[in-house]
């Protein structure tokens, strides 16, 4: 069990989940609420990353902040550091990659809120602040529970993007899906199956608790209304 490369794998969930949800949150109320031309365009961009293959998406993003780029250079110059072969590299993958993970469960939370709710709200003189804060939060919070959850776990077992943008260095860029690809060409099969069940019983155990904390919150939340 390559407990470093577990420990990395459960940060970069960590950051990306962290700086990815709360960003979500107003891309999903936007598009949730609002109807604009080339929305259509827009939430296929979103989702693009569900379509194309982990390869395909680490190339671009291997080429777009490479040292050959702008981003690349920009970064270097003011930080000193590359983005690619780096664990910060690696978060921005993972932020855009599993942005369609985030998105879509808040995007459709917030579009289940009545107009009523928002419109009675706003009679009462509560200010968009108080009104997301003090009703749209607590409404959608199974959509972002669910979000949080997808976002962590995809990002836990991401393979390709990572391999292509951070390949294989050990501390830095090594997750636990990359250990078990290495694994498994050393012929160090009962190694890769001792973390392959890690993960296979954390994504079994996270999706049981997603739906079942969303039941629950939903059950209340609809007691209320």
């Known amino acids: 069990m390559d ?32 109807q604009f031309r080339g929305k259509s365009w827009f939430e296929a961009l979103i989702m693009v990353p569900l379509v194309l293959p982990p390869t395909v998406v680490g190339y671009y993003l291997l080429v ?8 690349g250079q920009w970064v270097e110059q003011i930080f000193g550091q ?3 072969f780096h664990f910060s590299g690696l978060v921005i993958a993972s932020m855009l990659v599993n942005i369609p993970f985030a998105v879509q469960p808040i995007q459709r939370a917030f579009e289940t809120i009545p107009v009523d709710i928002r419109d009675a709200a706003a009679c009462c003189g509560m200010s968009r602040l108080s009104l997301f804060f003090k009703v749209e939060l607590p409404m959608v919070w199974p959509g972002v529970l669910t979000a949080m959850v997808l976002c962590f776990s995809h990002v836990l077992g991401e393979f390709g993007v990572v391999l292509m943008l951070g390949g294989n260095i050990v501390g830095e860029t090594k997750t636990i899906s990359i250990a078990i690809y290495d694994s498994v060409q050393a012929f160090d099969f009962d190694g890769a199956g001792t973390m392959s069940l890690v993960l296979l019983i954390f994504a079994i155990s996270a999706l049981a608790l997603t739906s079942s904390m969303s039941r629950r919150l939903g059950g209340h939340l609809g007691s209320h209304r």
């Open 3 to 34: 407990w470093q490369a577990l420990w990395l794998s459960i940060k970069l969930s960590t950051v990306t989940v962290l700086l990815l949800v709360p960003s979500s949150l107003w891309v999903g109320r936007f598009l949730a609420y609002n």
């Open 64 to 71: 777009g902040m490479g040292n050959q780029s702008w981003l």
């Open 82 to 84: 590359q983005l690619v």
